[in-house]
C-alpha cells in the first residue's frame, strides 16, 4: 500500500477526498491544515500533532489518539463517533460544528469554551468534565452522561434532549431555557401539579 504522507511535517496544506481507513499514521505535524471530505474510520494516529487545522465534512469514526495532540481544531459538517478522548494528549482545543459525536468520552478533560454547535452529542461521557463556559447551541445531548461535571456558565439555552442531576453537577450561572430546563427537577421529589 502507498504511504499517503511522504513528509513529516505539513504546513499550510490543503487534502481532499483521502480514504485511509484502518491505517496507521504514525509521528506527523499538520500545521494550519485543511482535511475535505476524507475518511480516517478506525485510524490510530500514533504521535502526530494536529495544529490549528480543520476536518470538514469528514468520517474520523473509531480514530484512536491516545497519543496525539489535537490543539485548535475545527469539524465542521464531519463524523467523528465512538472516539475516546479521555487520554489524548495535551494541549487539546476541539470545536465541533454540525458534527456528530456520539458515543465519544471526554472523560476528565478540560473543555472550558469548547463550541458544540448544531451538533449529535447522543451517549457522549462527560462525566467529570471541564465544561465552563462552553456552549452548546443547538445540539441534541440525548443520553449522554454528567456527573461531577463543571457546567458553570454553560449555555445550554437552546439545547435539548439533556437529563443532569443538579445535585451531581456545577451548574451554577449556567443558561437553561424552558421546556428542557424542567428536566432537572425530576432529580428532586417532587410532585408537579
Known amino acids: 500500500m502507498k504511504k499517503i504522507f511522504q513528509e513529516l ?5 490543503q487534502f481532499t477526498d483521502l480514504s485511509l481507513d484502518e491505517q496507521t499514521i504514525s509521528n506527523i505535524s499538520f500545521d494550519y491544515c485543511c482535511f475535505i471530505n476524507c475518511s480516517f474510520n478506525k485510524v490510530v494516529f500514533e504521535n ?17 489518539v491516545k497519543t496525539s495532540i489535537f490543539n485548535d481544531i475545527k469539524f465542521l459538517n464531519s463524523k467523528v463517533t465512538g472516539v475516546d478522548w479521555s487520554s489524548i494528549g495535551l494541549p487539546f482545543e476541539v470545536s465541533f460544528e454540525n458534527t456528530n459525536i456520539s458515543m465519544s468520552s471526554f472523560y476528565m478533560l478540560d473543555l472550558r469554551h469548547t463550541q458544540f454547535i448544531k451538533s449529535k452529542l447522543h451517549d457522549v461521557d462527560f462525566v467529570k468534565t471541564n465544561l465552563q463556559k462552553a456552549n452548546f447551541k443547538e445540539s441534541d445531548l440525548l443520553g449522554s ?41 425530576r432529580y428532586f421529589e417532587m410532585k408537579i401539579v
Open 48 to 64: 502526530c500533532s494536529f495544529s490549528e487545522s480543520t476536518f470538514d465534512s469528514c468520517n474520523l469514526s473509531l480514530v484512536n
Open 9 to 13: 511535517e505539513y504546513d499550510d496544506e
Open 145 to 185: 452522561s454528567f456527573s461531577n461535571t463543571n457546567l458553570s456558565n454553560a449555555d445550554l439555552s437552546t439545547a435539548y434532549n439533556y437529563m443532569i442531576d443538579p445535585n451531581k453537577n456545577n451548574l451554577k450561572g449556567t443558561k437553561v431555557s424552558l421546556p428542557e430546563a424542567s428536566s432537572f427537577l
